[in-house]
């Protein structure tokens, strides 16, 4: 069970819920920017190393996979221009098309 479907249950959830909400967008109150300052910054400022190594760590991998599948998909795609080009039928008027299918000329 979710924890929101249990706070539900208390007097004025709802009421508090939209207050503080109201608070946090208010621009006189400046609740999201307070919250900011005093949380999430001094958070993100003691692990800005281990983030970065992580988004470069991230970059190659990316760039790594990309070129895999890169590889993989156009390995692919030339196998299927062979198979395609092996399974070509010997249709057609023209006597080069027919020695080329029959293998004389």
């Not at 924890?3 to 207050?19: C, V």
């Not at 967008?25 to 609740?31: A, F, I, Q, V």
């Not at 998909?73 to 062979?82: E, I, P, Q, R």
Request: aromatic content about 12%; some cysteine.
């Amino acid at each position: 069970m979710c924890i929101f479907s249990s706070l539900s249950r208390f007097p004025f959830y709802y009421e508090l819920k939209i207050a503080f909400v109201a608070w946090l967008l208010s621009p006189y109150t400046k609740g999201s920017s307070l919250l900011y300052r005093k949380f999430v910054h001094p958070t993100l400022s003691s692990k800005e190393k281990e983030i970065d190594d992580c988004l470069v760590q991230a970059k190659d991998r990316s760039y790594d996979a990309l070129v895999h599948f890169g590889k993989r998909g156009l390995n692919v795609a030339a196998t299927a221009a062979v198979m395609a080009a092996s399974k070509v039928p010997c249709r057609g008027d023209l006597t080069a098309m027919a020695a080329a299918c029959t293998g004389t000329g």
